[in-house]
C-alpha cells in the first residue's frame, strides 16, 4: 500500500525526504524533468532499462507526491507533458548535489568505488558514462 507524503513525514524529516524518493527510478525521473519538461516516450528514451510499466507507475506517484505536473496539450490529446512542479523544482540543488557526490565517487579507484557501491546497484552503468550522463544526451 502506497503511502501519503503525510504519512511519511510523520518523523524525522530525513526519513520522510528518503521515503518520498525511494527506489532507482524516482530520483532518476526528476533528474531528468530538471532539464524541462518532456514527453512519456522522450523519458522512456533517456532512461535506459526502465519499462514501460515501472516509468508510467512511478511518472503517477511523482504526480500524486505534487513533485511532477501532467499537463495535456488541449489541440492534441494524446501529446502529455510531463514537468517539475514547484514541489520538484526545489529538489534541484539535493539532486544536482548527489550528482557531483557520485562523480566523486567515480573517479576514486575501482578497488574503493566497489567498497562502497553495493553490487547490481550500478546495472548499465560504466565509469567512463555515468547514468547523469546519458540522462542529458
Given at each position: 500500500?502506497?503511502?501519503?507524503v ?41 532512461l ?84 547523469s ?5
Open positions: 500500500m502506497r503511502k501519503s503525510r504519512e511519511l513525514c510523520r518523523s524525522d524529516p530525513f526519513e520522510c525526504a528518503l521515503g518520498v524518493l525511494c527506489g532507482k527510478w524516482k530520483g532518476m525521473i526528476l533528474f531528468s524533468l530538471l532539464g524541462g519538461a518532456q514527453r512519456y516516450g522522450e523519458l522512456r528514451r533517456v535506459l532499462g526502465i519499462s514501460e510499466r515501472t516509468l508510467a507507475k512511478q511518472l503517477c506517484e511523482l504526480c500524486a507526491l505534487g513533485l511532477v505536473t501532467r499537463e495535456v496539450d488541449a489541440a492534441c490529446q494524446s501529446v502529455v507533458n510531463y514537468r517539475l512542479s514547484a514541489q520538484g523544482e526545489a529538489l534541484g540543488p539535493a539532486l544536482r548535489a548527489m550528482e557531483a557526490w557520485g562523480l566523486q565517487l567515480l573517479q576514486q579507484p575501482a578497488r574503493v568505488r566497489d567498497r562502497v557501491s553495493p553490487q547490481g546497484s550500478n546495472r548499465g552503468q560504466t565509469a567512463d558514462r555515468p547514468l550522463g546519458r540522462l542529458r544526451g
